[in-house]
């Protein structure tokens, strides 16, 4: 049976949930189910109907439909739409067992892992996610399946997928959610190897196009190290780029497949669509340490100032909703529902308020702004300018002085001020003319972690201050 939301009781209902979520979520979005999103002109970001600029702002939470119950799926999703997130990635046929492993009330999703038999019970479980996620304001970016269903190259299986039925299986989900607030996201952590690879992909894609009238903007997610259009970027079916950065080492460079993607033709909006975990064992062995907030920090700024459509978070303990009880992937260690509240979740809502406060959609990465930054090749100060000139963002990963050149800004009254992305706090500077180049310091000692965003503005634009 399709997911049908359209009775009047219904929509009064989400209608009164949804302003509820607005009054008491800090910067909620917009009703998703009145905001369907599309490409913007210029072909780098997102937009939404009305026009307005759409900040990706994703959480990895691979498992949600699979592991957890109505009543922890809704203490998840209002944690994530009060912490500024838009977007929640979650997989239909999970990675972990999640043909065979029933979800919390004894379903599966497949009857004997036919994916033309679809499983009404557990896709009602999926219904509730889903509709909970749209009165919060939150999109799901939605996986049909993990890659091991169609290229079992690790990971559970087993390989179910044939063209055939990968075009049924994609209509049904395209059909069901044709009316609900979803990303497509293809792929799920594998990478095409073979022809009969790509005819599944390709055949899901076009058989959720059929389903949803092609509402719904769509994507693939590669594994670690891989970049969506290194096989897709011509597809029709592929709106925007995504790649993934991954887990295998720190201070990893992210904005190198930003920028690459950046520069392809035809143009397509791109976003690391899974980079470092929040604790997250490097390169999956603890005895190298653990990813911290400052290293998710860095992957955002990096790649957003290297012209990202947006970026996704995620916390290695959420992905898998591991808690006590659970057999730990990868020495997860903190209980899901504790890890929502780490540091650098809490810090993603800073990113956003710094980019929406400004015109983001107008930003060009502009590298020649930084005249002088002494770890160029260790840690590099990343630098995004709009396109009219009117403000620009320089995001310093170690709090290394810089030498910045003003002259975009053409002997201008600007404003400047120091970005804390770690409280979301501003110091600002007094304003001055802008003429050629000018050294900035920023605030405490240079070292790892003590990362800043220099925010300069043109002053007679009248940009609001950053709190």
Known sequence: MAHNKSAKSYTLLTTAVVAIAYIICLQPALPAQAQNLSVSDNDRYLVKEDG???FWLGDTAWEL????DREEATRYLENRAAKGFTVIQAVVLAELDGLATPNPYGNIPLADHDPTQPNES???HVDFIVDKAEALGLYIGMLPTWGDKFNRKWGEGPEIFTPPNARDFGAFLGRRYKDDPIIWIMGGDRNPETEQHH???????QGIQQGDDG???MTYHPQGGSNSSQWFHDAEWLDFNMFQSGHGKVDNKNYRMTLSNYQKSPVKPALDGEPCYEDHPVSWDPENGWF???DVRQAAYWSMLTGAL?????NHNIWQMWESGREPVSSARTPWYEAMDYPGAFQMKHLRTLFTSRPFNKLIPDQELIAKDPLQGAAPARAASARDNSFALIYVPHGQSLDIDLSMFDNHIVKASWFNPRMGKSIHLKSFKAQQVHSFDPPADPRRGNDWVLVIDKEEVEYPPVR
């Not at 005819?199 to 894609?205: F, P, V």
């Not at 947006?310 to 995620?314: A, N």
């Open 52 to 54: 307005s600029p759409f």
């Open 65 to 68: 439909f699979h592991r957890l």
């Open 122 to 124: 557990y896709f009602e």
């Open 199 to 205: 005819e599944i992909i390709h055949a899901m894609a």
């Open 215 to 217: 509402t719904h903007l």
């Open 292 to 294: 911290h907030a400052f």
């Open 310 to 314: 947006g970026h996704t978070y995620g």
